[in-house]
């Protein structure tokens, strides 16, 4: 016996799927989103460079500078409405060798031809006066004023949040099992239990061929998981640089990114790394020696600041550059794979691309979530009267916002789910000071609890 | 905006002692500004004895430690504030504080710093591999078992063989966690052979020479990779307990941009306690990871005297300071980072620690003129201290050590 009848069920509850469940329920679909993980945001949605991107390197042409571009626009429309932080720093792309030099007027152009107009050349003198730590050895680049800033996991939040506001339900530790194809809709056993769907939306980010699989028998694309590798240092370091600071972009790469974060700290990384392991987003002490070496021949002053944090995050890239998104009407299934490392900046727009494809007519948002402001230079909670008090010390994060995190339309189910809404333990102590206030605070709520058990426990 | 003739910043046993001795020196004003729910500071979960034996000539265990502590400063008319957490350090000197009614500015005569120490956690220690729940510091292990009444994990690798990491062992042995192995990269066990016996008696098998070289498991633990004489392996466990490689808590001064020492972590400070800004002083395990309670609370109680000399206009003009250069390799660190003509401040000896075994002659040198050696026979994470000559003449320092063949 399904559970419920839905017109829509999306698989996957990273930003893409977030994005895609907001839109449809916004256009007045019933909305079913499936994840198998105990929280939203778990697979390649955790890790990224939380940067929103322009799209003025994206391949010409292609679907996804669409939905970058179209993803971009909608952010900056909407971000306010739902109290999303955009820092719109810009980025420098700089060139560091004579053949990094050569390749800028290109890129220029192909900016220019992605509708980034707005792009200025600027040479070895201009530099330092708009980073005056930049390493000398920098030769020219380029300004790309509208690349900014945003925090990836609150933009993710609001998305599902809306769906929810919008009357999407959402299952967890839902994975998808078995799925039939009936006459009008799917028949969908997952382990939270069955369900139907008129129209089932494959954005199951690294499981994606997976599950194309279990709903098709066979999939035309294969996931590649390409690891990216970040480092994160203390908020000192993030005065050290005010744009975004990108290399030259290769062909498989963009390259390490030197910024700040929205949240105050300075990021380095990722890396691109090919594996087949899908769950595995391990740090290498190598690799993150080699990423912190390459970001001190970026800003040399960056030598001896303290790191904060390391992480990776595990891109859904597959075996083709372009984004894997196909539509079968017939047989009430839209596929969105492949969405390699711009999904943060193309959520919004793949949601727009794929209402298109099924011919849903845009619907009006009826409600807004008011996220909580997690940004270093917003209005925090821990200016405010009433906030019950700091338990975080490193973040300032409050009694209040730990509650808040654990209410609401998707409560937190797991450390991971409450760092990404609040950002415990995110700073620089990782959990020295507040873990202990924290496991009291969570004990009962999380379906992955804290700790192993209580003290008197048996065994 | 709030006003304070002494504004201490932690309520941990530096900061409470400051508080206590200028209170009984006479000075009015004094605002210990706390962040945690109550004062005391690590002892508060250290469920281990002895505390106490200089400060109340009596064994006490943490918890009781910390709450007299606060009661000898409040005794002493200082006020403390919990839940109360300073952002910002300005010039002046003038704080940003916040606490559960929201934001507030603070101005002072003079702020002592005294935020204490933490453990380095596993990104500071680079360790590889997975990011799984379960890796706690033992800072938070001991929140959790004597606070909480909870329990992390039960079968635990241990990282470090300080000191501290036979207290985590004690609280593990308290809270029924059977550690799996106790892991030390180095070739001896760190802290003093009395320690040392613990894993003996308790059967958990010492692994020297180790590394962890990554951790397993997506969600939870599963256990660890280490390098040791014996090769990679695998060994299972539930969780990993980082224990010591204390650093100090300097944030909000690296936030400032006053100089740290990279050596110590902590701030520059002279004979008097005194940093470079004016106004600001430092105490307590700031200065220098790690050392016990007691001897914090003795800092505290030193640059309190100094502090008291200072807001009656009596300490000599920072202008005359002479930093301390480190010439040996072989010192991880020496403090007070400035000495002065006039000889000792209240800081009367030069304190360092060692990075690796040595065994020789300390020598203090000024303009090339030897003024001050001792014997040293020193290991790591022992401290070792020098007596400031009565009388120094001007020209640059230099602390060396010459070894012994």
């Known amino acids: 016996m399904a559970q419920g009848v839905f017109d829509v069920a999306v698989v996957g509850a990273g930003v893409v799927g977030c994005a895609i469940a907001r839109r449809f329920a916004i256009d007045g679909a019933r909305v079913l989103i499936l994840e198998r993980a105990h929280d939203v945001l778990d697979g390649a949605s955790k890790g990224n460079s939380a940067i929103l991107h322009t799209g003025f390197d994206a391949p010409e042409g292609s679907l996804e500078l669409d939905c970058i571009r179209a993803g971009y626009a909608e952010y900056r429309e909407i971000h306010a409405r739902m109290n999303l932080p955009l820092d719109p720093c810009g980025a420098l792309v700089l060139a560091w060798t004579e053949e990094q030099q050569a390749a800028l007027p ?49 933009a993710a939040h609001a998305y599902l949040y809306q769906a929810i506001q919008h009357g999407a339900e959402l299952r967890l530790r839902a994975e998808l099992l078995t799925a039939e194809r009936q006459a009008e809709s799917w028949r969908l056993h997952a382990s939270a239990g069955s369900f139907e769907a008129g129209l089932v939306v494959n954005a199951a980010g690294l499981w994606g061929d997976h599950v194309e699989r279990i709903l098709t028998g066979e999939s035309w694309f294969q996931i590649r998981p390409r690891k990216g590798q970040f480092i994160l240092y203390d908020k000192p370091a993030a005065a050290l640089a005010g744009h975004i600071l990108l290399p030259v972009p ?7 990114v030197v910024c700040r974060t929205i949240f105050g700290n300075l990021l380095v990384g990722p890396t691109a790394e090919e594996q087949e392991e899908r769950e595995d987003a391990s740090v290498v002490p190598a690799t993150l020696e080699a990423l912190r070496q390459t970001g001190e021949t970026i800003l040399p002053a960056l030598a001896g600041q303290e790191v904060t944090a390391f992480y990776a995050g595990l891109r859904p890239a597959s075996e083709d550059k372009a984004y894997r998104i196909r539509a079968d009407l017939e047989r009430g299934l839209v596929t969105v794979g492949g969405i390699r490392s711009t999904g943060l900046s193309a959520a919004l727009g793949i949601a727009q691309h794929v209402a298109r494809l099924v011919g849903r007519a845009p619907g009006v948002a009826r409600d807004w979530p008011e996220m909580p402001v997690l940004a270093q230079d917003g209005a925090r909670d821990w200016q405010a009267p009433g906030n019950g008090g700091i338990v975080c010390h490193c973040e300032l994060v409050t009694r209040r916002e730990i509650a808040a995190a654990m209410e609401g339309p ?35 709520r999380f379906t992955q609890p804290m700790l192993a058990g209580a003290v008197d426990d048996a065994g | 905006m709030m006003q304070a003739d002494v504004a201490i910043i932690g309520a941990g046993p530096a900061g409470l002692a400051a508080a206590a001795h200028l209170g009984l020196m006479g000075v009015k004003n004094i605002v210990v500004l706390e962040r945690e729910a109550e004062p005391g500071g690590i002892p508060r979960h250290c469920g281990h004895s002895p505390f106490g034996m200089r400060e109340f000539r009596r064994v006490l265990g943490g918890a009781s430690y910390a709450r007299r502590l606060a ?47 933490r453990e380095s956690s596993r990104v500071q220690r680079m360790i590889g591999g997975q990011k799984p729940g379960g890796i706690l510091t033992t800072g938070a292990l001991q929140g959790i078992v004597h606070l909480n ?56 098998p010492v692994l020297r020479e180790t590394r962890i070289t990554g951790i397993l498991g997506r969600d939870r633990v599963e256990g660890v990779v280490i390098d040791g004489p014996g090769g990679p392996r695998e060994i299972a466990a539930d969780g990993v307990l980082l224990t010591g490689a204390f650093r100090s808590e300097a944030t909000l001064m690296a936030a400032a941009g006053m100089v740290l020492d990279p050596r110590t972590t902590g701030p520059e400070i002279d004979v008097f306690g005194r940093l470079a800004e004016s106004g600001y002083f430092a105490a307590g395990n700031l200065l220098r990871p790690v050392e016990t309670a007691g001897m914090c609370w003795a800092s505290g109680r030193r640059v309190a005297d100094a502090i008291a000399v200072h807001l009656t206009g009596g300490l000599p003009c920072p202008a005359q300071g002479l930093p301390l250069r480190i010439d040996a390799p072989a010192i ?37 003129d030897l003024i001050a050696r001792q014997p040293i026979r020193a290991l790591p994470e022992r401290r070792v201290t020098l007596p400031i000559p009565r009388k120094l003449g001007e020209g640059p320092l230099s602390l060396d050590i010459e070894e012994d063949a």
Not at chain 1, 250 to 256: E, P
Not at chain 2, 91 to 115: N, Q, W
């Open chain 1, 106 to 154: 290109g890129l220029m152009a192909q900016a220019a031809a992605n509708g980034v107009g707005d792009v200025e050349m600027l040479d070895h003198a201009t530099l330092p006066a708009l980073e005056s730590q930049l390493a000398p050895e920098v030769r020219a680049g380029f300004r790309v004023p509208g690349e900014a800033l945003i925090d990836p996991w609150s």
């Open chain 1, 250 to 256: 290769t062909k498989v790469t963009k390259g390490v």
């Open chain 1, 410 to 444: 998707a409560p937190a189910q797991s450390l991971a789910g409450l760092k990404r809404r609040t950002r415990v333990t995110m700073g620089r102590c990782q959990g020295f000071y507040c873990s202990a206030e924290l496991a009291r605070l969570t004990e009962g």
């Open chain 2, 71 to 117: 009661a000898r400063a409040e005794g002493a008319g200082a006020r403390i504030l919990c839940n109360t957490t300073v952002t910002a350090l300005h010039p002046g000197p003038k704080l940003e504080l916040t606490g559960p009614d929201g934001a507030e500015r603070l101005s002072a005569r003079v702020v002592l710093l005294a935020t204490g120490t």
């Open chain 2, 149 to 204: 009444h909870q329990r992390p994990f039960r079968r635990p690798v241990i990282l470090g063989t300080e000191l501290v990491s036979f207290s985590a062992l004690l609280t593990c042995r308290q809270a029924g966690i059977r550690p799996v192995a106790m892991i030390e990269p180095g070739a001896r066990v760190v802290a003093r052979a009395g320690a040392a016996v613990l894993p003996l008696l308790l059967g958990v």
């Open chain 2, 332 to 368: 991880r660190y020496a403090l007070p980072q400035i000495l002065f003509p006039a000889g000792p401040g209240f800081h009367k000896t030069i304190q360092l620690r060692v990075s690796r075994p040595v065994s020789g002659e300390l020598r203090l040198s000024q303009g090339g």
